[in-house]
T-cell receptor, first 113, second 117 residues
Framework: GENVEQHPSTLSVQEGDSAVIKCTYS??????FPWYKQELGKRPQLIID?????GEKKDQRIAVTLNKTAKHFSLHITETQPEDSAVYFC????????????FGKGTKLSVIP | EAGVVQSPRYKIIEKKQPVAFWCNPI?????LYWYLQNLGQGPELLIR????????DSQLPKDRFSAERLKGVDSTLKIQPAELGDSAVYLC???????????????FGEGSWLTVV
């Protein structure tokens, strides 16, 4: 099955700085790459996703880039704020219409005021 | 619109006892997932339903875990008997489902937190 590695496992940044989290994978059939944010004790919530026919997608301070050749994708958060502090998970999906996601181990982001 | 609803939110049981978790997906969502999340880890798929059919249960420990989705809406996940290592968060999720076009977002419930003592 799919395997996804996520780095770093923890990340501390000063408020206002940028944060980058990277995931690498091995299954070239993967075609859906979502990122989830999970606050302590809460549900994972989708913050942005990208499909294999797109190289980059941006939504306000959040962006995701995909390099299918190198089999990696990254989450970029600019102008970080304390409320961005959470655990972020990348995931892989394969198929069409109904995805089965394989998750990374997560990155705990701490934004220091 | 209500999200994915799970109950109970928290459950503490003694080992060897049975436990059941219930999930009500988002209205109209045909695909339902049960995920297991251990502390400090990402969610891991246990089972996926397309309507009433379990299309992938390869990661479900069938000796003690069972699941059902009888009418293609609500689902129940059962553990019997529970072991200490089953302590985790059991997440239910749903999406629109196969045949509805690509890119169906998967929405998670708040999870059922199980502690086995």
């Amino acid at each position: 099955g799919e395997n996804v590695e996520q780095h770093p496992s923890t990340l501390s940044v000063q408020e206002g700085d940028s944060a980058v989290i990277k995931c690498t994978y091995s299954d070239s059939a993967s075609n859906y790459f979502p990122w989830y944010k999970q606050e302590l004790g809460k549900r994972p919530q989708l913050i942005i996703d990208i499909r294999s026919n797109v190289g980059e997608k941006k939504d306000q301070r959040i962006a995701v880039t995909l390099n299918k050749t190198a089999k990696h994708f990254s989450l970029h958060i600019t102008e970080t704020q304390p409320e961005d502090s959470a655990v972020y998970f990348c995931a892989l999906g394969t198929g069409a219409g109904s995805y089965q996601l394989t998750f990374g181990k997560g990155t705990k982001l701490s934004v220091i005021p | 619109e209500a999200g994915v609803v799970q109950s109970p939110r928290y459950k503490i049981i003694e080992k060897k006892q049975p436990v059941a978790f219930w999930c009500n997906p988002i209205s109209g969502h045909n695909t339902l997932y049960w995920y297991l999340q251990n502390l400090g880890q990402g969610p891991e798929l246990l089972i996926r339903y397309e309507n009433e059919e379990a299309v992938d249960d390869s990661q479900l420990p069938k000796d003690r875990f069972s699941a059902e989705r009888l009418k293609g809406v609500d689902s129940t996940l059962k553990i019997q008997p529970a072991e200490l290592g089953d302590s985790a968060v059991y997440l239910c999720a749903s999406s629109l489902g196969a045949g509805t076009g690509s890119g169906n977002t998967i929405y998670f419930g708040e999870g059922s937190w199980l502690t086995v003592v």
